[in-house]
């Protein structure tokens, strides 16, 4: 069992620990009949650790699923919703600004569909030379473009260099992801044994196409809000 299953673990006990002190919490307040700003927050509270709960249950419950191949991807959202259940905790005792929260919880959104298509990247690697050397680079773009973007959503009134040289690398990232694709599918065309590599069966396979659909849309959105951003500062 290596660290991270064993974190699943405990957190996982944690929750459990915590959602039966809520309640003990929230049974309380309600039979004392006192109803304030304090009782709204306790049963704010235990209303989100039981949503919470149930993400990461859904998420512990696919490690042993046959989408073993996005395993990163739902790492990731694991620790998203580890962050997102103490974001969401201080935001109902009133301990950070609204604006700090959304901020944070864009954050969260950029690292989710950024380990998403780095997942879907990796899944057609070591297929050729060129396919292999493209996925490497992109995988670098990849990195480089998410940790440029986080300043966009944490930092306002940064240079307008800035905007573009990360505009620029977005459509350079975008561009490589989809040669990436094309030059798998012709691969797979000329090595039809390998054309079940996503071929998960059921209700696994359908899941993984809505993922894929998902990864799409994203590349699609970055190119558009990049295009619009170049044309945007090119008309500034």
Not at 32 to 37: N, R
């Amino acid at each position: 069992m290596n660290k991270f299953v064993k974190f699943k673990k405990y957190y996982l006990y944690g929750l459990i620990g915590s959602l039966i002190a809520a309640a003990i919490v929230a049974v309380t307040v309600i039979l004392a009949g006192q109803f304030d700003d304090t009782t709204s927050r306790v049963l704010g509270t235990l209303a989100l650790v039981v949503a919470h709960s149930l993400v990461s249950l859904s998420l512990v419950r696919e490690d042993n699923s046959k989408l073993n191949h996005l395993v990163f991807f739902y790492e990731t959202l694991f620790f998203i919703v580890v962050s997102s259940l103490i974001v969401s905790l201080l935001v109902v005792w009133q301990a950070i600004t609204s604006d700090l929260t959304f901020r944070i919880y864009g954050v969260f959104t950029l690292l989710a569909f950024t380990s998403l298509h780095y997942n879907v990247v990796y899944l057609i690697r070591n297929k050729d030379k060129l396919i292999t050397q493209l996925v490497r680079l992109n995988y670098i773009l990849i990195g480089i473009v998410g940790i440029m973007a986080m300043p966009f959503i944490l930092i306002n009134n940064l240079p307008d260099i800035y905007g573009r040289g990360l505009a620029a690398l977005a459509v350079i990232d975008i561009t490589i992801t989809v040669i990436c694709t094309i030059l798998y599918k012709l691969y797979l065309q000329k090595h039809p044994s390998e054309a079940n590599a996503f071929a998960l069966g059921g209700k696994s396979s359908s899941l993984l196409k809505v993922v894929l659909v998902i990864v799409a849309g994203y590349i699609l959105l970055n190119l558009t809000l990049a295009l619009i951003f170049l044309i945007v500062s090119l008309l500034n």
